[in-house]
């Protein structure tokens, strides 16, 4: 499993032109299962993700984390994060879980951030979507589990 985690000023997720998510200052999680990913593994990435210390404190040091700041989280399934690169020039997806693995186990995901978090937001499962976002720094890290 892997997560793309931005720090955002603001973030937003479209479907079919409707808002479906959105969220102010926090982290865009962009989140890719892959084949033999186990819940275990989801809950020890969720936890990673709202407790990674990427904000700044009061001497600017990235000391703070999401759930220090009262941040947002937005979690959007991302099925190419998942992707095998290394050969070639188009990517393979034989390393991504199937689609209903994935789901239940992105899911499982943010049922967990939500459990510890008041502040949380979604794309939509398998959708096309469109993500908005005011990336802040940039800071952008690949957590994975």
Known sequence: MRALIQRVRAASVT???EIVGQIERGILVLLGVERGDVITACHRLADKVINYRIFPDQQG???????????GVLVVSQFTLAADTRKGLRPSF???ADPADAEFLYHEFVSYISARLTDIATGRFGADMQVSLCNDGPVTFLLES
């Not at 040091?61 to 941040?71: A, P």
């Open 94 to 96: 034989t390393p991504a």
């Open 15 to 17: 479907v079919n032109g």
């Open 61 to 71: 040091r990235m000391n703070l984390s999401t759930r220090d700041i009262g941040g």
